[in-house]
């Protein structure tokens, strides 16, 4: 203990009021004790019955280095280094790829009202190996004071959080991939902008992300359009123009799914076989 400006403070003069002398003699032997040994001491559980007793722990040899402190981690899995999501491979010897079983980061793309996330949360819950879903809109959403709302106008402010929710959604899906989890991203992504649509999901997961359109007919989507509420419902000129915009994805390489006449499971079913073909001979993009 000091003072303020810093000296010791001087050693009390004789015992402690009420703690005896500064030593005092052990029954029994010829050295003195010292006073905080007289205190009680915790003792450790004894093993339960039809256990023996845990050895007591190594003291480290003198001099020895101290172990690095642990790598950190979630749970009990390590986080992985955050390299990009590698292309997908079948098993050695496989006649065919196994989509049921196989470690993939699939991207569900599609217009307002395809019905990409009912599908996708459908995939996930239905694989034989673990699988989460990630959604874009849900992880904008994240904000809440100060929310750009894209029904407000496409402005600097929105495009900055799509930018940060999808760089989100990157980091998410390598973490899950590195940790053996497979994992589908859901985004309304324009052939039209390929610089801040594919090309950034590209940047952030890596040339193993499996693309994906699903594309029914425009009657179909608002008709889906007019049955959901809040933020998420978008006005019948809206969904009409993406979904034009959507359009373009025809004749680019990537697989297309129309489910116009498809339910949910009939679908997934479907994105079971494109993820097959996408696994044997992935889409150049």
């Known amino acids: 203990m000091q003072h303020a400006g810093g000296t010791p403070l001087p050693p009390p003069h004789g015992p402690v009021p009420g703690h005896g002398a500064a030593m005092t003699p052990h029954p029994g032997t010829a050295h003195p004790i010292p006073p905080h ?32 402190p642990p790598a950190e981690a979630t749970g009990h899995v390590q986080l992985p280094p955050g390299a990009p999501v590698a292309l997908p491979s079948p098993p050695a ?40 879903h990630i959604s874009l809109d849900d992880v904008r959403e994240w904000v809440r004071s100060g929310f750009a709302d894209p029904q407000s106008g496409w402005n600097d402010r929105s495009e900055a959080q799509y930018r940060l929710a999808r760089r989100t959604c990157g980091f998410a899906a390598r973490n899950f991939l590195a940790n053996g989890i497979s994992c589908i991203l859901d985004d309304a992504v324009f052939p039209d902008r390929p610089v801040i649509g594919l090309g950034g999901w590209k940047r952030h997961v890596g040339p193993g992300l499996l693309p994906i359109v699903l594309l029914p007919g425009l009657e179909i989507v608002l008709e889906r359009n007019a049955r959901r509420t809040g933020n998420r419902r978008l006005s019948d000129e809206e969904v009409a123009r993406i979904h034009g915009r959507m359009a373009g994805w025809y004749g680019s390489g990537l697989p297309i799914i129309d489910n116009s006449a498809h339910d949910v499971p009939t679908t997934a079913r479907l994105l079971d076989d494109v993820v097959a073909r996408s696994i044997a001979s992935p889409p150049s993009w």
């Open 37 to 68: 040994q007289h205190q009680h001491q915790p003792q450790a559980a004894p093993p339960a019955p039809g256990w023996p007793a845990p050895p007591p722990p190594a003291a480290p040899p003198h001099g020895a280095p101290t172990a690095p």
């Open 93 to 132: 010897g496989a006649s065919a790829p196994d989509a049921a079983h196989a470690a993939v980061a699939v991207l569900l793309i599609g217009p307002a009202g395809a019905g990409k996330t009912s599908v996708a949360r459908h995939w996930a819950d239905t694989r034989r190996v673990p699988t989460a």
